[in-house]
């Protein structure tokens, strides 16, 4: 029978998700078949499913530690940041509804059945599901109503590991004190701790272990070190996208207000020979960046006002009056066109604005979202890429004519006459080490593996967790998922 253990955090970024993927592929390698689950995740960074759904970035990174593909019952509710107060609301892979936070907060008791119903499904097709909480249970504010930490973990009767993080300090707290102020019916469905994050002599915290175990009663599972290699893994939080300065080429990339589908900038950061510059609001764009690369956004037609607000369209037609390249994926391809026409009010109000102006394209946005798995190929040189659509919003114009993706015979993307502005729908791109050594040219690594390099890293943390963490006890503490 199916066993399924559910880890949550004693507060936010304690590392849930690097801990589920280092544990879906260390068992894995056990020989078992493993699946990750999260009931509720909130990204603009999301993944498309072999389903034709989308799920979060961690989920999708989570099924490729455990070597299976990514399906939409691995995150049945997704939630996409479209404001500061509301968000799209993607159940079991499609848009269910935009809501405001507090109108969510009323939905989410609808959201159970879904969620419980993936879970029952998932369950079916593994030996162990191992399960990420969301944020904290220590959030009480919270608790009524809750399908992402204790709330799914009474409703599924699994049991919970609480992660703790003592990198920021005051662990013992963080554990103590979400013991203290949680219901008891919710601390009975915690079997075990650990503590993440750990720099220094692990021996050094031998009594704050002790001290955690007698304060709780719970056994510990570990202290686990500080995994120095994380930052080589796909980011799922937009806070967690890092400048890298190594490199002889640079690429400048704005961070939009709405970034969504980040991923790009995973193999380009990996790769030692390129430098990616992540330029926050209030700075200009570089004016030694070799490319501007403009992400995907969650909101275009807001972003591009933000855009300007930072003045980056002014620095933007500087760099590419000094020979500069332009290069914009989804999101960042609609903005360097002529035009954007919202008439459904998509984004917001029905409108249309002025785009940067940079191709001689258009974009109309519509109801209907693309999403889709997609293998192409790199026409000025043939060298073969694979990625995902996942966009509201049709492009055409005479730039179209210089599309420089073929997508089983249908062209993709826009080209300036003199190529030194680019865009194209298909993110993913550079994960393909040929196109992405063409697209780069001679400063790009010609012997770096993206996919291979990925592969390593999540092996070396399957070992980093088998050598720190109890994941036998573990193992024992997780139960039956009861159909």
């Known amino acids: 029978m199916t066993k399924a253990i559910m880890i949550q955090g004693a507060g936010s970024n304690v590392g849930k998700s690097m801990l589920v993927a280092g544990i879906a592929r260390a068992f894995a390698n056990r020989g078992l078949s493993v699946a990750p689950f999260k009931p509720q995740n909130m990204s603009n960074n999301a993944a498309v499913t072999v389903d034709g759904g989308e799920i979060g970035r961690a989920q999708a990174l989570q ?11 691995m995150n049945p509710v997704l939630l996409k940041p479209e404001t500061d107060t509301g968000a799209q609301v993607i159940v079991q892979g499609k848009r269910w509804d935009t809501l405001r936070a507090r109108d969510y907060a009323k939905a989410k008791p609808k959201l159970m059945s879904a969620v419980l119903e993936s879970f029952h499904r998932l369950a079916k097709t593994a030996d162990l599901i191992v399960i990420e909480g969301a944020g904290s249970p220590a959030e009480i504010n919270l608790r009524a109503g809750d399908i992402a930490n204790m709330g799914f973990a009474e409703a599924a009767q699994v ?36 503590i993440n994050k750990f720099r220094g002599d692990v021996s050094l915290f031998d009594d704050g272990l002790t001290a955690i175990t007698e304060h709780t009663g719970w056994p510990s599972l570990g202290v686990i070190p500080w995994f120095e290699d994380a930052w080589r893994l796909p980011a799922e ?33 990996a790769d030692p020979n390129i430098s990616v510059d992540i330029v926050e609001r209030g700075r200009p764009l570089p004016a030694d960046a070799d490319l501007i690369l403009i992400p995907g956004s969650k909101a275009t037609i807001p972003d591009l006002a933000f855009f300007r607000a930072q003045g980056w369209d002014i620095d933007l037609t500087a760099h590419i009056r000094r020979g500069g390249r332009v290069l914009g994926i989804c999101g960042g391809y609609q903005m360097l066109g002529t035009e954007i026409a919202d008439p459904l009010g998509i984004e917001g109000a029905p409108s249309t604005v002025q785009g940067l102006g940079h191709l001689n394209v258009k974009t109309r946005m519509s109801e209907q979202k693309r999403l889709a798995l997609t293998a192409a190929t790199y026409t000025p040189t043939g060298d073969s890429v694979a990625g995902y659509e996942i966009h509201l919003g049709e492009t055409d114009g005479p730039d179209r004519a210089r599309a420089w993706l073929d997508i089983g015979g249908r062209s ?10 680019m865009g194209c729908y298909l993110h993913g791109l550079f994960t393909a080490d040929d196109f992405r050594a063409s697209f780069i040219g001679d400063l790009a690594s010609q012997d770096f593996n993206y996919a291979a390099d990925v592969e390593a890293v999540l092996d070396k943390l399957a070992s980093h967790l088998e050598t720190h963490m109890d994941l036998d006890l573990l193992f024992e503490l997780a139960e039956p998922a009861a159909p």
């Open 63 to 73: 099924s490729l530690a455990a070597r299976r593909d990514a399906h939409t019952d």
């Open 237 to 269: 939080d937009v806070m967690d996208i890092a400048s890298t300065h190594d490199g002889t080429f640079k690429i400048a990339v704005p961070r939009l207000a709405r970034i969504a589908n980040f991923d790009d900038l995973d193999p380009l950061s």
């Open 159 to 194: 049991p919970v590991v609480l992660t703790g993080d003592i990198d920021r300090g005051g662990v013992i707290a963080q554990l103590v004190g979400t013991q203290t102020i949680l219901p008891k019916t919710d601390v009975d469905h915690i079997k075990a701790f650990c």
């Open 412 to 421: 993709e993307g826009a080209a300036s006459a003199n190529g030194q502005i």
